[in-house]
């Protein structure tokens, strides 16, 4: 079987370093019963592991020629092969308590990670491959300088902790960024539940639509001072320095 080169449009970086691949299955601890779903199987680096440790796997590639080398490979037996785009694929028609992991393509991280959010209810935990920069936003504390938006909305429905840094030299090709494992694990139930979420959501993303103007600014026209002073927040204060129960006060404010 010829050499699969990476594809840039595909966002591939193929992880190749055994020991970093050892340390990312042990951090899932995956157990023979558990229903594993893995995003961007690649070259198989956590494929054939995962394959030893669980009865089935299901893995979900949107690039043909990977699809036709799975099939084609000693692991098809093994495992449940679903190609297309990770963006549009309906985890939730998989079942319930789903163990969802991969090394995520870096260029369409963002919206993958909104995308399995919406459905959180069928995951028991996520073990993804980030940018360390995105894992880094992703578990920002308030008013910490990458806290934003996607600490926001992601800490709204997960508790979050980086689990393990990787190394460019661990992937072929090496990207020009550093790595970090996250672990995601939904909040049952929400601490904080905002009344309507799109609501939520278009709070959050007007408050922070520009950073280093106040909420007075940037949340101009949907709360006034009155506002402001019956929820007991600040209007000179930046979006930054809000928590996420904050944010969710704010929403529910605007729907009365």
Excluded: W
């Amino acid at each position: 079987m010829k050499p699969h080169r990476a594809r840039k449009r595909f966002g591939q970086n193929f992880l190749i370093d055994e020991a970093v691949v050892d340390a990312i299955v042990a951090a899932i601890a995956p157990r023979r019963e558990d229903r594993v779903v893995e995003i961007g199987p690649g070259l198989g680096a956590l494929t054939q592991p995962l394959c030893e440790r669980v009865h089935g796997l299901d893995v979900i590639e949107i690039d043909r020629d990977i699809v036709a080398r799975l099939r084609e490979s000693p692991l098809a037996a093994r495992v449940a092969i679903h190609e297309g785009d990770a963006l549009a694929f309906d985890f939730g028609g998989l079942g319930k308590d789903l163990r969802i992991v991969g090394n995520l393509p870096y260029n369409i991280s963002t919206p993958l990670l909104f995308h399995l959010a919406g459905h959180a209810q069928a995951i028991r935990d996520i073990h993804v491959m980030l940018q360390k920069e995105v894992v880094e936003r992703m578990i920002a504390a308030p008013s910490a300088s990458d806290y934003g938006r996607l600490s926001v909305m992601l800490q709204y429905r997960f508790a979050m902790e980086c689990v393990l840094e990787v190394p460019a030299a661990a992937f072929r090709p090496a990207p020009e960024v550093e790595s970090a494992l996250v672990r995601m694990i939904p909040l049952r139930p929400l601490p904080h539940p905002a009344r309507d979420e799109t609501h939520f959501a278009a709070i959050v993303a007007a408050a922070f639509s520009q950073r280093r103007k106040t909420l007075r600014n940037t949340l101009k026209g949907r709360f006034g001072p009155a506002d402001f002073e019956r929820l007991g927040i600040d209007p000179g204060l930046r979006a930054q320095d809000l928590r996420v129960e904050d944010f969710v006060r704010l929403a529910d404010e605007g729907l009365r």
